[in-house]
């Protein structure tokens, strides 16, 4: 069964705090992704990566970075905490291209609160 | 600019009865358009999906309108229950590009 599990549910950070939030897979999927999700705007996406060490930006990159050291793990890293990055994270996984469903499989969240 | 525009933003029905949520898109490339179901507490999960090549596409009680010349789709959910009530996301993708843009959400309240 397809699994996505992502470190923490529920996260407190004040202010400036450096904050890692950790996903990891066990499906060997090459596509990961980070996303924010506010309530009346949707799925925004931070950042995907689409194999080990590589990454692009999605729509909302600012005041974030990510790591992919290895395939299974995606870390989304909040370089210093603000008030207006308080939300619910996602982080989703996906086959390679080709698969016809082009299905992605998501994390229960982490929902964060910058103090 | 939001590529994918979804209404309404909620949505309440009684029980038994069809649930309609809307999408449309502006970029004639999206050739792959899903939906995504969410419950309280969990992450979205795939629902049904579409690609433009079709009309439409039934799975059980869910069925995906496709109108290619108006860029628009839509759920329809038949004989709607209580355990449908849920936030539904519309999205839509290119190619085998990665990224999915994805609608503002419905929350569809189903009333026993």
């Known amino acids: 069964d397809v699994k996505v599990t992502q470190s923490s549910r529920y996260l407190v950070k004040r202010t400036g705090e450096k904050v890692f939030l950790e996903c990891v897979q066990d499906m060997d999927h090459e596509n990961m992704f980070w996303y924010r999700q506010d309530p009346g705007l949707g799925l925004r996406l931070i950042y995907f990566?689409?194999?080990?060490?590589?990454?692009e930006k999605g729509d909302i990159p600012e005041g974030y970075s990510v790591s992919r050291e290895k395939k299974e793990r995606f870390s989304l890293i909040l370089e210093s905490a603000s008030t207006n990055q308080t939300s619910m994270y996602l982080c989703a996984s996906r086959p390679p291209g080709g698969v016809p469903t082009y299905e992605q499989y998501f994390g229960p969240g982490t929902r964060l609160t910058v103090t | 600019q939001q590529q994918v525009k979804q209404s309404p933003q909620s949505l309440i029905v009684q029980k038994g009865g069809i649930s309609i949520i809307n999408c449309a898109y502006e970029n004639t490339a999206f050739d792959y358009f899903p939906w995504y179901q969410q419950f309280p507490g969990k992450g979205p999960a795939l629902l049904i999906a579409i690609r433009p090549d079709v009309s439409e596409k039934k799975e059980g009680r869910f069925t995906i309108s496709f109108n290619k010349s108006a860029k628009q789709f839509s759920l329809h959910i038949m004989d709607s229950q209580p355990g449908d009530s849920a936030t539904y996301f519309c999205?839509?993708?290119?190619?085998?590009?990665?990224?999915?843009?994805f609608g503002k959400g419905t929350l569809l309240t189903v009333n026993p």
């Open positions: 999205a839509a993708s290119k190619g085998s590009n990665y990224k999915l843009t």
């Open positions: 990566s689409y194999d080990v060490k590589m990454k």
